[in-house]
């Protein structure tokens, strides 16, 4: 991973700072997200001195913030990225009669729009080099469904049709697109679950337990290493035995 230029969306909080630090300890050259200046200097805050890491704000779900963000990557370290995690997400959990059409929108333009703006904006630079990698953070619910998560749901779904799509589209320039597709993580996401409703959670895991961010960190590490050159146009659970044989 030593040099390789790799954008990190959603990196201040949760699994993307997690995938951030696993990539900045493998010598990676970093170019991580967050919504705001809070999130910039939480990132900041984050970053040890010895790691390479650029923190930009980036609002997902527009053709132009994509643009803008694959233009201002490929410029900070003089180079255009070699790998692309589409991690950023959010949810607005409500049942279909209460799910209003901004609720369902916004959900499906952060989540799946702008994973597709910035693949498409990314891919330019990897054909003309032959090479690239590009991971999608889905979720386990695009398997499964889950009440009160239409628009999360049907997002992740997309985005693991998209994966499989684009990694036929770019296969033959040695570019792979994958999706992991984690179960229940301890991050901000689910902390809004109180202790009771994430011991429920947990007792319905086979493993027993939620995830820890590191756990979806470590298999996108393996995703963008040599290692995996040969797995393209794959959804992989990583979920402590929740949904068993997809
Ligand atoms: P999180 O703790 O809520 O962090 C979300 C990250 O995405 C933050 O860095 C946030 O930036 C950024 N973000 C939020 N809205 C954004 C927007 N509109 N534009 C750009 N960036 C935005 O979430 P997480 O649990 O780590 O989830 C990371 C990914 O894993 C998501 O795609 C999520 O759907 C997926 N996932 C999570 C779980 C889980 O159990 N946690 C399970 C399955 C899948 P700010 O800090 O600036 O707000």
Known sequence: MKNKI???????????????????????KIIATAT?????????????????????????????????????????????????????????????????EEDWREVLAVNLDGAFYLSSAALRKMIRKSAGRIINISSV?????????????????GLEGLTRALAREVAARHITVNSIAPGFIHTDMTGQLSAEQQHTLAQQIPMGRIGHPDEIAAVTLFLASDAAAYITGQTIHVNGGLLMGL
């Open 6 to 28: 790799v954008l990190i969306t959603g990196a201040s909080r949760g699994i993307g700072s997690a995938i951030m630090r696993h990539f900045a300890e493998a010598q990676a």
């Open 36 to 100: 705001s200046e809070k999130g910039i200097e939480t990132i900041q805050q984050k970053t040890q001195k010895e790691w390479a890491v650029h923190p930009v704000i980036y609002q997902s779900g527009t053709a132009q913030n994509a643009k803008d963000l694959i233009a201002a990557a490929n410029a900070v370290y003089d180079d255009s990225i070699d790998i692309l995690i589409n991690n950023a997400g959010m949810t607005r959990d409500k049942l279909a009669v209460r799910l209003s």
């Open 141 to 157: 619910v695009a398997s499964t469904g889950n009440p009160g998560q239409l628009n999360y749901c049907a997002s992740k779904a």
